[in-house]
């Protein structure tokens, strides 16, 4: 374990975590930066959503990009996945399973994992937006698209509904139902969305998703958004005893600090929008409510 404790151990290097260090870095903290290399954002075939791009830029030359930027302050990274996370009386020791890293502080920004539909050839289709992950992200371009979404009844409904705004043809397909019943029609018919039942197989031809239903049916979608949910990763904090929400993700104040003292969480894994605009908004504020809580370093 190194003498002197690192100011702040940040475990994640997708949007969140590269621009929490880049500040860390330039307030002349001592830092490192724990990744385990899967961030949400290398599926993004192109956000148009990203503030600064008015082209759009694909999700790896963005990463790209924040690394560049935390280089050019020398930000030391390790590639790691960290398997646990402990108190110590001076903050914190986080170890992955070989090293061992001190820190006073700790800003997780682990982000989430998307709960994905069982289809062959699933990361061309996402690369192609046949497969789409975020409407808030996306939708847009998928305006006037014949539509699916494919998620539990009540969800599939929901997210149908917002997804009217860009087009006039949306179906939800409701995982959980072989028929559903009326309530759900007239609720799906209230938001001019078709409702189908689970189906029974999705394939992927011609740059389009086909449904297969029981009944023999079938429904080529353009687009489709899978709403199975996704798994925050929140389990160091929680095992620390961090409050999470109803979701699994972590909560936290205004400063992105948890209700564990001295770690602190930002983009994805916090209960908030899951955005790219939105982690670096957190990146910025808890960098900076980390570097004014830490005993001064003045030159
Ligand atoms: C298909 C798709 C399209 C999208 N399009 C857009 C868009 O157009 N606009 C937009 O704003 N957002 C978009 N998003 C959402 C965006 O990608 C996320 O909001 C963003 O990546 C969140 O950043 P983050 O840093 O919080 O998490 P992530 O980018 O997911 O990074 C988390 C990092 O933490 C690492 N990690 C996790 N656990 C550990 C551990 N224990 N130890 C070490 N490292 C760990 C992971 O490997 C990963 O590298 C899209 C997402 C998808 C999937």
């Not at 689970?198 to 049916?217: I, N």
Request: charged share 20%.
């Amino acid at each position: 374990m190194p003498d002197a404790p690192l100011d702040c151990l940040i475990i994640g290097a997708g949007p969140a975590g590269l621009t929490a260090a880049t500040y860390l870095a330039r307030f002349r903290r001592h830092l490192l930066l724990a990744d385990a290399g899967a961030s949400r954002a290398r599926w993004i075939p192109a956000s148009h959503n990203c503030p600064g791009f008015p082209f759009g830029v694909a999700g790896n030359e963005l990463l790209a990009r924040f690394r560049l930027q935390a280089d050019a302050y020398g930000v030391p990274r390790a590639e790691a996945r960290i398997t646990r996370l402990q108190r110590h009386a001076e903050g914190f020791i986080a170890s992955d399973g070989e090293r061992h890293w001190q820190a006073r502080t700790v800003i997780l920004a682990t982000g989430v994992v998307d709960r994905l539909p069982r289809l062959e050839g699933l990361e061309e289709a996402i690369a192609q937006g046949v497969v789409r992950l975020c409407a808030v992200c996306d939708a847009y371009e998928a305006r006037d698209d014949m539509i699916g979404v494919l998620a539990p009844v009540e969800a599939a409904i929901d997210h149908a509904a917002f997804l009217r705004t860009f087009s006039r043809r949306v179906c939800a397909l409701a995982t959980d139902q072989d028929t559903p019943g009326r309530r759900w029609q007239e609720r799906a018919a209230a938001a001019g969305v078709e409702l189908w039942p689970a189906p029974v197989a999705l394939t992927l031809a011609e740059g389009a998703c086909e449904a297969r239903f029981p009944d023999g049916r079938h429904l080529r979608l353009d687009t489709l958004y899978p709403v199975l949910g996704a798994d925050a990763q929140s389990g160091l904090a929680a095992a620390l005893g961090a409050e999470l929400d109803g979701e699994g993700a972590l909560v936290v104040d205004a400063h992105l600090q948890t209700t564990v003292p001295g770690l602190y969480a930002i983009g994805d894994v916090v209960s908030a929008l899951n955005q790219i605009s939105v982690a670096v908004g957190h990146a910025a504020i808890a960098a900076t409510a980390v570097h004014r809580g830490l005993p001064p370093n003045y030159c």
